[in-house]
């Protein structure tokens, strides 16, 4: 590792006077700007560069974040982490630490330990069924180190949050629908684990209520965590079929779940849009490429996460301007999604 000393030798200069320049020091602004430029000219044709591990010793800042996913497949986290590595990159001071739980709950332990001991200044995870209330408010009251939970706000708001209007969502969708026609709809609900099926579920029913819709228990079915995804929506679709239910729109929790249900569609014989309308929800990057491109509910992910980033970096210039503060008061935000419509759906025959 080339080092401060490398370059001195290298320019000529002392040890402490290249330290000035390369680190920005205020004692810098004394030197020749011909001086500082055979420094850093040095310093780059010997490739030096800081030590950031010293520099977080000294400063007691290690100008890192902590991410926490819950499975980097899932195309929902892929575009949130985006949005937030993006907003990371733009602030041009934190470095992300991802750590993938992959859904399990003794890994997103594990993991929260280890990026505490490495002193993350900030945490941010996408939260879901795998991150149980009383275990993000253990570790609220075991360190000082500010959390955004993106996806999921708890109940006593005690954790700074950033979600999507699920309820808003649902009901356009619904409303779309029934503003082409469609009377006869069936769901598929989302795991009753996910807080964001409840509310989906409570936005669709508020929607059918104020247009007069009747809501046929026959034509509602639940995914569970073990049939999440397009399996789950291939399957309960097939279920819908072979039981003989007629419906003219299917709306799906999520886009992968339509993608199964249209699969299913499909090898029935019923093609869609023409013979069943069918909706999804997210707007993940497949959904415009699917056959037919997918009508669905649009999440601006990378603006959720993008939109956790900034509350956290509020959050630790607050906590850095008054370190004698208590922690700042949580902040939440609800980002409101918008209706795409694309191929998938159209007016019943």
Not at 128 to 157: D, F
Not at 279 to 300: C, E, K, M, R
Not at 308 to 317: A, T
Request: with cysteine.
């Amino acid at each position: 590792m080339v080092t401060i000393r490398d370059v001195a030798r290298k320019c000529g200069f002392s040890p402490s006077a290249v330290s000035f320049v390369l680190n920005d020091a205020p004692l810098a602004r004394h030197m020749a700007e011909e001086s500082k430029k055979r420094i850093r000219e040095a310093a780059e044709e010997l490739g030096y560069h800081p030590n950031q591990f010293a520099r977080s010793l000294r400063s007691k800042r290690s100008r890192t974040i902590g991410v926490v996913v819950f499975d980097i497949s899932d195309p929902y986290c892929a575009q949130i982490l985006r949005g937030v590595e993006g907003a990371l990159y733009q602030s041009n001071w934190y470095l992300p630490l991802l750590a993938d739980v992959q859904n399990d709950r003794a890994r997103f332990k594990r993991y929260i330990k280890m990026l505490l001991e490495r002193q993350v200044e900030g945490l941010i995870a996408l939260g879901n069924s795998v991150y149980p209330e009383q275990e993000l408010l253990q570790i609220l009251q075991e360190c000082r180190t500010p959390i955004v939970l993106i996806g999921r706000q708890l109940e006593n708001g005690a954790l700074s949050s950033v979600t999507g209007d699920n309820e808003y969502g649902a009901g356009m969708i619904v409303e779309h629908l029934y503003s082409l026609g469609h009377r006869r709809m069936a769901f598929i609900r989302g795991p009753a684990l996910f807080i964001d099926s409840s509310q989906r579920w409570t936005g669709t029913v508020k929607c059918a209520g104020r247009l007069g819709l009747p809501l046929d228990d026959r034509l509602i079915m639940d995914l569970n965590l073990q049939n999440a995804g397009h399996e789950g929506g291939y399957e309960l679709t097939r279920q819908l079929l072979q039981a003989g239910k007629t419906f003219t729109a299917l709306v799906a929790y999520d886009d992968l779940t339509a993608f199964g249900a249209i699969r299913a569609l499909s090898e029935a014989g019923i093609q869609v849009p023409r013979d069943c309308s069918v909706t999804g929800y997210d707007d993940v990057a497949t959904s415009t490429f699917y056959n037919p491109p997918l009508t669905t509910g649009h999440q601006d992910m990378e603006v959720q996460g993008a939109a956790g980033v900034e509350i956290l970096v509020d959050e630790l210039k607050s906590i850095q301007n008054d370190r004698e503060s208590n922690r700042p008061v949580p902040r939440h935000r609800r980002i409101v999604p918008r209706l795409v419509v694309r191929g998938s759906t159209a007016p019943p025959r």
